[in-house]
């Protein structure tokens, strides 16, 4: 289906709006979201509408077509501009060649003309579309960035079940070339360190990144990957030996002992032949180095001995902690239980498949990462180990219970934590309008760079919290600061238009009209009254 772009007209004239929107054909792809009379109303449209196209007259009242173009280059780089111009306008129009304007139409404008002009802009901003949809890597940096690229790929598929055919011949154009080895094994490593900062946590990081490149050095394949939980490694053995595997992982740990001046903890998964269960393998080390952290195992431990005959399979799955992270994050609490309830089946029904002691560790570890990734401490939640607690139960109706109970606590914290966190932002945003809302030039743009945040993150968190676009309460600051000023002072109303952060007297008038029905001066003799 073709993309329908939205445009908006801007003429100080009522009946040239309206003359001109009747010309556009509604088969064309364009959709009308709003019209202005002058540039400030027109900035006003742009924040509060999605728009892909300004058509602006050039001579305004106010802020005129020029200025609002720079205004539209700065803040909005991507939406098209054109400008209505007379023939008389047409020298002047000449600037719009350094604004990098799109088009002009000379007015009197006729439908076959706009219609046209509109077909040509279409075909521009469908170009531009499908680029934009488009992974463009500039070939000068795309050997640079090809490690990165294939790093953040591989990453990215971690959290599936398995990787598809396709996934592989990608990761072989990054550079990550599996295609003709076999015997895989990852292991996940931790940082087990007396440092606590987090610029001496990376650095051991990335020495021991170096460390396991010369341990292994004569493997046939090996990868790393930073990961939140670790650092990632990947080896192929030509012949899978566990005691080989052993001792080169032995000889990463003592060596980081001897030279970084830290422990590390390391979870290995069991051997696998296709690099598609990759996802599988990270779920088994990392099970694998939850048991070292939390069972007081060796400092290396491999998958393979913990899991007892009997089991089967994990019943907890990466598809399900991905579904108590977006639960947690977006779902309602119903779902959450009814999610629980799924795994209280599981276990229920086949509890011949599962070990005690396999379950407790299943459900810490689901808990603790999602604690991780929630970026909430767990003993803000709970006083003792969760491996203590869990073992309290001797009914796994009872475990899972207590299980549900932690994740919604984990919910509740995450939700007030992210409340808070946005709320705060709001109000450092409205604190910071109130302190510089006299300066006529406080935008968007500038609050969004004074925060350290994206405009459209601020635009769309202002409005959630404060009820206003930026530019309603930006308006509405300088509005109640006239009416005040207009009360309580005797000064000028041109003055009164500087303090509150306008240039141009008039268009202040103006504003201040539209906000309360009457002029400055209508105002302040009514209030003297």
Do not use: C, W
Request: proline share 2%; charged share 30%.
């Amino acid at each position: 289906m073709a993309k329908t772009y939205n445009i908006i007209l801007v003429d100080d004239e009522d009946e040239i709006r309206g003359r001109i929107a009747s010309k556009i054909s509604s088969d064309i792809g364009f959709n009308i979201v709003g019209s202005a009379g002058n540039g400030h109303d027109a900035l006003e449209l742009i924040e509060e509408k999605d728009v892909d196209v300004v058509l602006t007259d050039i001579k305004m009242p106010f802020v005129d077509g020029i200025e609002l173009t720079r205004i539209i280059r700065r803040d909005y780089p991507m939406i098209k501009v054109a400008f209505i111009t007379g023939y008389d306008e047409f020298n002047y129009a000449k600037e719009a060649v350094s604004l990098q304007v799109d088009n002009y139409i000379m007015k009197p404008i006729s439908s076959k003309e706009i219609n046209m002009f509109l077909k040509d802009l279409k075909k521009n901003l469908d170009s531009d579309y499908k680029q934009m949809k488009d992974i463009m890597v500039m070939k000068e940096k795309y050997e640079e960035l090809l490690p990165i690229i294939g790093d953040s790929y591989l990453s990215s598929l971690i959290n599936l079940d398995k990787i598809s055919e396709e996934g592989i011949k990608k990761l072989s154009l990054y550079g990550i070339d599996v295609s003709n080895q076999s015997n895989f094994t990852t292991a996940l490593v931790s940082v087990n360190s007396k440092k606590t900062s987090l610029k001496s946590i990376e650095r051991i990081k990335i020495n021991t990144n170096e460390m396991f490149k010369k341990v292994f050095k004569s493997i046939p394949f090996k990868h790393t990957l930073l990961v939140a939980d670790g650092i990632v490694f990947i080896f192929s053995l030509e012949t899978y030996e566990k005691n080989k595997a052993d001792e080169l992982l032995f000889e990463l740990s003592q060596s980081s002992k001897e030279f970084l001046e830290s422990g590390l903890l390391i979870g290995v998964s069991n051997k696998y032949s296709n690099f598609e269960a990759f996802p599988k393998s990270y779920n088994q080390a990392k099970r694998a180095l939850s048991y070292a952290n939390l069972f007081n195992y060796n400092n290396i431990v491999f998958a393979e001995e913990l899991y007892n005959a009997e089991i089967k399979q994990s019943f907890i799955s990466i598809s399900d902690f991905n579904s108590f992270d977006r639960l947690i994050q977006y779902g309602k609490e119903e779902m959450i239980k009814e999610k629980t309830n799924e795994l209280k089946e599981r276990i229920i029904q086949d509890k011949s498949k599962y070990i005690r002691e396999y379950v407790i560790i299943e459900l810490s570890s689901l808990l603790i990462n999602l604690a991780e990734q929630a970026k909430i401490p767990l003993d803000e939640i709970t006083n003792i180990d969760l491996v203590s607690e869990l073992n309290i139960y001797t009914r796994y109706e009872e475990m899972i219970d207590y299980f549900l109970d932690i994740i919604l606590k984990i919910r509740e914290q995450d939700t007030r934590k992210q409340l808070s966190h946005s709320e705060e932002l709001t109000q450092r945003a409205i604190d910071y309008i109130k302190q510089n809302y006299p300066d006529p030039s406080m935008s968007l743009e500038q609050l969004s760079q004074e925060l350290n945040v994206s405009i459209s993150y601020l635009s769309m968190l202002f409005k959630k919290h404060s009820g206003y676009t930026f530019s309603k309460y930006l308006i509405k600051m300088r509005m109640d600061k006239a009416k005040e000023l207009l009360k309580t002072s005797d000064l000028k109303i041109v003055d009164i238009s500087v303090k509150v952060g306008y240039k141009d007297v008039y268009y202040f008038s103006h504003s201040f009209k539209k906000v309360t029905g009457s002029s400055p001066r209508e105002y302040r003799n009514h209030e003297m009254v």
